[in-house]
């Protein structure tokens, strides 16, 4: 997925920062959003230490756009879902 290449399942966390400011975003709309970067690669944005974070604007789902924000641990089966707003 997404910035890694890995065999194993991958762990989703999704940060709720999101719900107070765009509540109309949900966990299964963040969930297809997810799915959506399966088999592509991503540059990180970002690196602190063992975190590379990634930000991909415009993603489109059902014709709207989305911004994801998301970050990856280096040799950890993980990502968290940091932020998601409609653009």
């Known amino acids: 997925m997404a910035g890694k290449s890995t065999k194993s399942p991958l762990i989703l966390t999704i940060v709720p920062h999101?719900?107070?400011?765009?509540?109309?975003?949900?966990?299964?709309?963040?969930l297809?959003?997810?799915?959506?970067?399966?088999?592509?690669?991503?540059?990180?944005?970002?690196?602190?230490?063992?975190w590379e974070f990634?930000?991909?604007?415009r993603m489109e789902h059902e014709g709207k756009q989305y911004r994801l924000v998301w970050?990856?641990?280096?040799?950890?089966?993980?990502?968290?879902?940091?932020?998601c707003f409609r653009r």
């Not at 297809?32 to 063992?50: A, I, M, W």
């Open 18 to 30: 999101w719900e107070t400011k765009h509540p109309d975003i949900g966990d299964t709309l963040i």
């Open 32 to 50: 297809e959003l997810v799915k959506g970067l399966d088999g592509k690669e991503f540059q990180p944005d970002e690196r602190d230490g063992e």
């Open 54 to 57: 990634f930000m991909l604007d």
């Open 71 to 83: 970050c990856m641990r280096d040799e950890c089966p993980f990502i968290g879902v940091i932020n």
